[in-house]
């Protein structure tokens, strides 16, 4: 309970934050999956905040 709880706030973080960025479509997918390619070396965010800042380090990394 406490891993799908976690998986669903990430979810609705990582939503929340690409909407306020404008992150959206083709270049969210692609985000997601440079965090999920990542994932173990990124591990899973604990806080909004640290998702936040994922989701920054992604864009950054995917579209340099």
Known sequence: MGLQNNNENESKWFDEICERL????????????????????????KSFNECEAMIKQAFKAAFK
């Open 22 to 45: 404008g992150i959206h479509g083709e270049t969210k997918n692609t985000v997601l999956l440079t965090l999920e390619n990542n994932r173990k070396i990124l591990g899973r965010p």
